[in-house]
């Protein structure tokens, strides 16, 4: 769910084969393939220049001088030969990852690719000027490249020798902490993937449940619209006809936003607007309505059927209990971030005999529905002005929707934003 407008977010597709749910395989870090050659490669190029300083330095104590040229080209044939092989190491790791049911096969398979690693580390130093220690000419020579013949030629012996006394050093000191290495960059992802679906879980959840209090409100006004035509259909025919009409009107900008949990200020006032018509036929000169809109708070982002719930308790539990009818008075303000809307009426207010508004079911969804929605930056409070009756005031986190996002909520509605706009600022200065 997105933290500012409650949409769903766009979900990671995840394949299903023969009924059963495919784990996404960990990739390269970052995925980027490239990556660990550069790693790779940089990394055992500091080793190497590091231990050349140190075997040097280390030759120079011992009055066994080496040159620092042969000591640098030694070692960088040495540990640099471990670069080209180590991604493939790593892809291997990644690959075929040890886990509880399978340790005793994977166990064998990397002790079968730590032999092959530690025999292509050999092939390739071998093929380097600095392949192995002769002996006999007491300097370094490639173990298939005879230099001074320029011929190849294969030193078998001291390849095996060289095999054998570096197989161990191979696997326990690189292609061991290369597979360590993968295996830490495998269970990290995992661990992100989990919580990515747990997330995305949550996110589901919560919009469920913002779609089930949406939908148990959406009955609500519309079985109060009923009743309240109902109440016409044998006195005035004609007010009820009206009213049916105007029904029609609320009931399709229902449905047209039936799955949009938020939208702007502007599009909830026209809905509550439709609404109070139908409520101004039934209670003809008995319900007057005033409109204090700050012009800024038009396209803030709402819950959508927030008014509503409020209007209607406005006029339920206040205009109704007057005789000579009332006043519904709606404000909305920003001030420091916060958009803050008001339902008052003057009405008897709350009684301790009589029902308490706040126990409705159109307050207790509401209160739900902005829980859900912003957590603890928002509140739902109701009361009694000075002169009597009820208000009712929303304070939620003051944000506008981008354009992009109040034109898809416009054409719910089929009204242009700006013919909207233009529409509710002459409805408000006339009110």
Same mark, same amino acid.
């Given at each position: 769910?997105?933290?500012?407008?409650?949409?769903?977010?766009?979900?990671?597709?995840?394949?299903?084969?023969?009924?059963?749910?495919?784990?996404?395989?960990?990739?390269?870090?970052?995925?980027?393939?490239?990556?660990?050659?550069?790693?790779?490669?940089?990394?055992?190029?500091?080793?190497?220049?590091?231990?050349?300083?140190?075997?040097?330095?280390?030759?120079?104590?011992?009055?066994?001088?080496?040159?620092?040229?042969?000591?640098?080209?030694?070692?960088?044939?040495?540990?640099?030969?471990?670069?080209?092989?180590?991604?493939?190491?790593?892809?291997?790791?990644?690959?075929?990852?040890?886990?509880?049911? $399978?340790?005793?096969?994977?166990?064998?398979?990397?002790?079968?690719?730590?032999?092959?690693?530690?025999?292509?580390?050999?092939?390739?130093?071998? !093929?380097?000027?600095?392949?192995?220690?002769?002996?006999?000419? +007491?300097?370094?020579?490639?173990?298939?490249? $005879?230099? +001074?013949?320029?011929?190849?030629?294969?030193?078998?012996?001291?390849?095996?020798?060289?095999?054998?006394?570096?197989?161990?050093?191979?696997?326990?000191?690189?292609?061991?902490?290369?597979?360590?290495?993968?295996?830490?960059?495998?269970?990290?992802?995992?661990?992100?993937?989990?919580?990515?679906?747990?997330?995305?879980?949550?996110?589901?959840?919560?919009?469920?449940?913002?779609?089930?209090?949406?939908?148990?409100?959406?009955?609500?006004?519309?079985? $109060?619209?009923?009743?309240?035509?109902?109440?016409?259909?044998?006195?005035?025919?004609?007010?009820?006809?009206?009213?049916?009409?105007?029904?029609?009107?609320?009931?399709?900008?229902?449905? =047209?936003?039936?799955?949009?949990?938020?939208?702007?200020?502007?599009? =909830?006032?026209?809905?509550?607007?439709?609404?109070?018509?139908?409520?101004?036929?039934?209670?003809?000169?008995?319900?007057?309505?005033?409109?204090?809109?700050?012009?800024?708070?038009?396209?803030?982002?709402?819950?959508?059927?927030?008014?509503?719930?409020?209007?209607?308790?406005?006029?339920?539990?206040?205009?109704?209990?007057?005789?000579?009818?009332?006043?519904?008075?709606?404000?909305?303000?920003?001030? $420091?971030?916060?958009?803050?809307?008001?339902?008052?009426?003057?009405?008897?207010?709350?009684?301790? +005999?009589?029902?308490?508004?706040?126990?409705?079911?159109?307050?207790?969804?509401?209160?739900?529905?902005?829980?859900?929605?912003?957590?603890?930056?928002?509140?739902?409070?109701?009361?009694?002005? =000075?002169?009597?009756?009820?208000?009712?005031?929303?304070?939620?986190?003051?944000?506008?929707?981008?354009?992009?996002?109040?034109?898809?909520?416009? =054409?719910?509605?089929?009204?242009?934003?700006?013919?909207?706009?233009?529409?509710?600022?002459?409805?408000?200065? !006339?009110?």
């Amino acid at each position: 769910m997105c933290p500012n407008c409650g949409r769903e977010l766009v979900l990671r597709p995840r394949r299903i084969v023969l009924g059963r749910m495919i784990e996404p395989q960990a990739n390269v870090p970052g995925g980027r393939p490239w990556l660990i050659w550069v790693i790779s490669f940089g990394v055992l190029s500091f080793v190497a220049l590091a231990a050349t300083f140190t075997i040097y330095q280390f030759y120079r104590a011992t009055n066994t001088p080496m040159s620092f040229m042969s000591t640098l080209g030694s070692e960088f044939c040495q540990l640099l030969t471990y670069a080209p092989l180590t991604p493939l190491a790593f892809w291997f790791a990644i690959r075929h990852p040890i886990r509880r049911e $399978n340790w005793m096969i994977r166990a064998l398979q990397y002790l079968a690719a730590g032999l092959v690693f530690s025999a292509a580390h050999l092939a390739l130093r071998a !093929a380097t000027p600095y392949g192995y220690w002769d002996p006999k000419s +007491h300097e370094w020579s490639s173990a298939i490249w $005879n230099s +001074h013949i320029h011929a190849f030629k294969v030193q078998w012996s001291a390849l095996r020798r060289e095999f054998l006394s570096a197989v161990v050093d191979d696997i326990t000191g690189t292609f061991a902490p290369i597979v360590l290495v993968a295996h830490a960059v495998s269970y990290y992802r995992r661990f992100r993937e989990r919580e990515l679906r747990a997330a995305q879980l949550e996110g589901q959840l919560a919009k469920a449940r913002l779609q089930t209090l949406k939908s148990q409100l959406q009955p609500h006004f519309l079985f $109060n619209t009923l009743h309240s035509i109902s109440s016409l259909m044998l006195t005035d025919v004609q007010a009820a006809d009206r009213m049916m009409a105007r029904l029609g009107d609320l009931l399709r900008m229902s449905l =047209e936003s039936a799955g949009t949990q938020i939208t702007t200020l502007s599009r =909830e006032l026209e809905f509550v607007n439709c609404y109070l018509e139908i409520e101004k036929i039934r209670f003809a000169d008995r319900l007057s309505v005033t409109l204090e809109i700050a012009p800024e708070t038009l396209d803030a982002s709402v819950p959508h059927l927030l008014l509503q719930p409020l209007v209607d308790n406005a006029v339920k539990h206040g205009i109704s209990k007057r005789p000579a009818g009332g006043e519904i008075r709606i404000t909305v303000t920003a001030r $420091n971030g916060e958009l803050q809307l008001e339902v008052r009426d003057n009405g008897p207010g709350p009684s301790k +005999h009589g029902v308490i508004p706040s126990s409705g079911l159109g307050l207790r969804i509401t209160r739900d529905r902005l829980q859900s929605l912003y957590g603890q930056h928002q509140s739902v409070d109701l009361l009694t002005p =000075e002169g009597g009756g009820t208000l009712t005031r929303v304070c939620i986190p003051f944000r506008v929707l981008s354009r992009d996002d109040a034109h898809d909520s416009a =054409e719910a509605y089929q009204i242009p934003a700006a013919a909207r706009r233009s529409k509710l600022a002459e409805r408000f200065s !006339a009110g």
